[in-house]
């Protein structure tokens, strides 16, 4: 990760095996995440009322890591896991904010 994470873009930090890696919700890695996970709207929805699994959210970050060649799917569950909910609820708002408000 070279560059600095761009907020306005909706891009955030996941630290798996102690190196940081870049998400970007981009609408390539939203669309794939889709595909996979149903409607984002409805996974929105989920996250708000508390009802979003690990896996829902290991998925999304997978789909919007910038450079996934780098890390396994695998490891990213296990970096969710290692934050717990309160440490993945960062990044995790960063990627759902991007989905409901768009670029500024």
Do not use: D, K, Y
């Amino acid at each position: 990760m070279n560059a600095p994470i761009n907020a306005l873009r909706g891009e955030a930090v996941l630290t798996v095996h102690g190196t940081p890696h870049r998400l970007r919700p981009s609408f390539a890695a939203l669309v794939a995440a889709e595909e996979e996970l149903g409607p984002l709207f409805a996974l929105v929805e989920r996250a708000g009322a508390g009802e979003l699994r690990l896996s829902e959210m290991a998925c999304l970050f997978w789909h919007c890591l910038t450079e996934r060649n780098t890390v396994t799917r695998e490891a990213v569950g296990e970096a969710v896991l290692a934050l717990g909910l309160a440490g993945a609820a960062a990044p995790l708002r960063q990627v759902l904010g991007q989905i409901l408000q768009g670029r500024a």
